[in-house]
């Protein structure tokens, strides 16, 4: 479904700084609402690239092996939703900085 996509460069580029910015607001403290968002969204898009999921049984494969990523696909976007909704970064580092911002005030979303 993406292998034309997947032998671009510029969907390589786009793929890791996706992942950076998911990794760093947490860490930051700032956009956690984004990033818990951005990443279910990158998990499920990611899921959807290794359509059938490998546990599904195929007709020349008699067995059936259970998946792998099929716990990373839900936990992780599962814990970046938990952190954004208990506002859990806000005792950590910028995200007071970033909540008293006058853009972040008039817009809760970039929280």
Request: a positive charge.
């Amino acid at each position: 479904m993406f292998h034309d996509i997947a032998k671009a460069w510029w969907a390589d580029v786009l793929f890791m700084a996706g992942l950076l910015a998911i990794g760093v607001a947490p860490v930051l403290g700032v956009g956690l609402l984004i990033a818990a968002a951005a990443g279910a969204v990158m998990m499920l898009l990611m899921w959807v690239a290794e359509w059938p999921p490998r546990g599904t049984p195929r007709p020349q494969s008699p067995r059936c092996r259970p998946t792998r990523s099929s716990t990373t696909t839900w936990s992780t976007p599962s814990l970046l939703i938990a952190v954004a909704a208990a506002a859990a970064a806000a005792t950590w580092a910028r995200a007071r900085w970033w909540n008293a911002l006058p853009v972040v005030e008039a817009d809760p979303w970039l929280r």
